[in-house]
Nanobody
Framework: QVQLVESGGGSVQAGGSLKLSCAASGTMISTKTVGWYRQAPGKQRELVAVITSGGTTDYADSVKGRFTISRDNIKNSVYLQMNSLKPEDTAVYYC??????WGQGTQVTVSS
């Protein structure tokens, strides 16, 4: 079965950085599109960043210039480097594989 495990979340102060990881098992991500999404309380889950098997990336306007999505096919993992974090980045962050498989989420909390 396909499983995705997010890690790297935590609590940081505004302006700090975190690097999230999404480790896949049961499938190779090398041929897959993987996205990072986030959901804050009372809000819809929203796309943060996406990377295709060909390496094409895209970002939500709110995180452009601050977040970077990357992929390591050997480690079978996708990462989200988050810099210059803002309180509005506070959310549970999820990875999504092939538009179908969700991880369990990892909490990111950014204090003022």
């Amino acid at each position: 079965q396909v499983q995705l495990v997010e890690s790297g979340g935590g609590s940081v102060q505004a302006g700090g950085s975190l690097k999230l990881s999404c480790a896949a098992s049961g499938t190779m991500i090398s041929t897959k599109t993987v996205g990072w999404y986030r959901q804050a309380p009372g809000k819809q889950r929203e796309l943060v960043a996406v990377i295709t098997s060909g390496g094409t990336t895209d970002y939500a306007d709110s995180v452009k210039g601050r977040f970077t999505i990357s992929r390591d096919n050997i480690k079978n993992s996708v990462y989200l480097q988050m810099n210059s974090l803002k309180p509005e980045d506070t959310a549970v962050y999820y990875c999504l594989l092939s538009y179908t498989y969700w991880g369990q989420g990892t909490q990111v909390t950014v204090s003022s």
